[in-house]
């Protein structure tokens, strides 16, 4: 029994910045077991890629981080443009890979299921109802909202929404992507009917601006946490889900566990790539920030 389990494709990515211009392994898979895996926590990757970018899968284990890795005719291919202000990102999209299947994750137990879908086809419902049926689910709710046409990413509405979300225990979202879902832009709406739609655990972030967490009732207001420069923001949401997780698993409350993960996700900022740091890393920083 794993205490976490992310499933999503590992991309091969052209990232784009005022500064560089870098190829390198993202999506949600790449920088969520990168931040996890200096942290005492019991973690397994469920991916998919091509046999010729099999190496991403390689250097992952060469960390010892734990990959259970099926074969895809393409490896999901994306190009992120970054703007001054490093919370504008512009996608697109030149190959997209295979859906996971039920019986790739069967033999898989984790106490909670963390689903990083890139694309709208990456994680069918009866694979969410699946796993909702051997521990809690987790989603980062982005790939569902994404449409793809000449290579462009677009925002768009989630169909399935309403029969999915009461599976969910957790749902991540930034701002614009709780609009899509919800119609509404503020933030205590958008949250309330995520929630009524059956959400346990509603977390929208904002970028440099913060995060909310809603739960029963509650909202939580988070701080960002940001270093002197930034110098890559590709990969913070994903960190702020791998620390949020890694503290909700320890059993860490609502509050506290949002505040270690925006410190961690302002920490990966700091440089260029996935987080690499430990829990001490991040509550120095914490600590630092708070002074």
């Given at each position: 029994m794993y205490d976490i389990c992310c499933i999503g494709h590992i991309t091969s990515d052209k990232v784009v910045t005022t500064k560089s211009v870098r190829h390198m392994a993202g999506g949600t898979a790449f920088y969520f077991s990168h931040a996890l895996r200096n942290l005492d926590v019991s973690y397994?990757?469920?991916?998919a890629l091509a046999v010729d970018d099999m190496h991403y899968v390689t250097d992952l284990r060469?960390?010892?981080i734990e990959v259970k890795a099926f074969l895809s005719e393409h490896t999901v291919y994306f190009e992120n443009i970054y703007a001054e202000n490093q919370d504008v990102r512009t996608q697109n999209v030149l190959q997209q890979a295979d859906p996971f299947s039920v019986?790739?994750?069967?033999?898989v137990d984790a106490?909670?299921?963390?689903l990083g879908p890139l694309l709208a086809n990456d994680i069918p419902f009866e694979l969410i109802k699946t796993l909702a049926s051997k521990g809690r689910?987790?989603?980062d709710a982005q790939g569902y909202l994404r449409r793809v046409e000449n290579k462009k990413v677009h925002a768009v509405d989630w169909l399935g929404k309403r029969e999915a979300l009461p599976y969910v225990n957790i749902l991540k979202a930034d701002e614009a992507e709780m609009e899509v879902l919800t119609g509404h832009r503020e933030v205590t709406k958008g949250a309330r009917i995520l929630a009524e739609w059956g959400v346990k655990e509603v977390v929208i972030t904002n970028g440099s601006i913060g995060s909310t967490i809603y739960s029963d009732g509650i909202f939580y207001d988070i701080p960002a946490y940001q270093p002197d420069v930034i110098?890559?923001?590709t990969g913070c949401g994903d960190t702020y889900m791998a620390g949020y997780l890694y503290q909700r698993v320890k059993g860490v409350g609502l509050e506290e566990a949002g505040r270690?993960?925006?410190?961690?996700?302002g920490l990966k900022t700091a440089s260029p790539g996935p987080f690499t740091g430990t829990a001490v890393d991040v509550q120095q920083f914490m600590a630092g920030s708070i002074s």
């Open positions: 397994v990757l469920v991916t060469d960390k010892g019986e790739q994750l069967l033999p106490n909670i299921y963390h689910v987790s989603l110098e890559d923001a270690f993960a925006a410190a961690m996700a």
